[in-house]
């Protein structure tokens, strides 16, 4: 291990701890072991996991004696997460934006949410703004949110509608019956189409975009104002943003 100083060394040993016990993490580890395989003295071992676990970064099971990772890495590696599906994709919408000349979002699943995590404006943008990067959803309200949980497997959308099933009211009084109904028409087609019925005026087409193995790993959705989304061009949209998205795989 190279040290060039006493701060370096306690970051260099902070990272080794906890990719040690990332290493047990399924089974935890307890402090001997990690210790051992560390070849650090236990005390120093000791004083550096309890400032993790402090912090949220390990968890301590005080009966059982075992290391687990903590919630805070997880909430770490989620926005890296984030971050890395953003910069994959922007260039993407940025190009969808500019052949369609609308509006276009980036929207992620974040548990039973849907989170925007980009937008860009085309030539035609939506004077009301549907929803701005940030915003979060119940999962199945407006197009591209829908997308992300439409095509799932039958038993997973259902878990995620009847988690969310309290919050649909208050999306103009939507209900499950409302957002199953759309769902499966738009397994039909393998897009989902919003005309009016999440923001008056507006009608968005969700694409899900999926990884190279399948996966959903987020949603594009591209709105305009009703008299722009012909039936025609609706299709021709969605097509589009499959065509550009997968391209990036």
């Known amino acids: 291990m190279v040290q060039n100083s006493k701060g370096t060394q306690s970051v260099q040993r902070t990272v080794l701890l906890l990719r040690t016990v990332a290493k ?13 395989d560390t070849e650090l003295h236990t ?24 290391y687990h990772l903590g919630i805070e890495l997880y909430h770490i590696g989620m926005e890296a997460h984030h971050f890395s599906i953003c910069e994959r994709y922007h260039s993407v919408i940025e190009k969808i934006a500019e052949k369609t ?16 995590l980009d937008r860009v404006e085309g030539e035609f943008p939506i004077r009301a703004m549907t929803i701005e990067i940030g915003a979060r959803r119940p999962l199945g309200i407006g197009a591209g949110s829908l997308a992300l949980i439409a095509f799932l497997p ?3 959308f259902k878990m995620v509608l009847s988690d969310n099933q309290d919050r649909y009211p208050d999306h103009k009084g939507l209900t499950n019956s409302d957002i199953t109904k759309l769902a499966k028409n738009s ?10 019925l999440f923001h008056e005026g507006v009608t968005s087409v969700g694409v899900p975009v999926r990884n190279r193995h399948g996966k959903i790993v987020a949603a594009i959705t591209v709105a305009a104002i009703d008299k722009r989304m012909g039936l ?5 949209i969605a097509e589009l943003v499959s065509r550009i998205s997968s391209q990036s795989n």
Request: hydrophobic share 35%.
């Open 154 to 156: 039958e038993e997973e």
């Open 43 to 66: 005390a120093t071992v000791h004083r550096i996991l309890s400032a993790l676990v402090l912090e949220g970064f390990l968890t301590y099971d005080s009966i059982s004696k075992l």
């Open 187 to 196: 397994q039909k087609n393998g897009f989902v189409v919003s005309k009016g």
């Open 232 to 236: 025609s061009r609706r299709k021709e």
């Open 24 to 36: 047990y993490n399924k089974q935890g580890v307890n402090l001997s072991k990690i210790a051992r």
């Open 101 to 116: 000349e609308d509006t276009v979002f980036l929207l992620i699943r974040s548990g039973n949410d849907v989170l925007c």
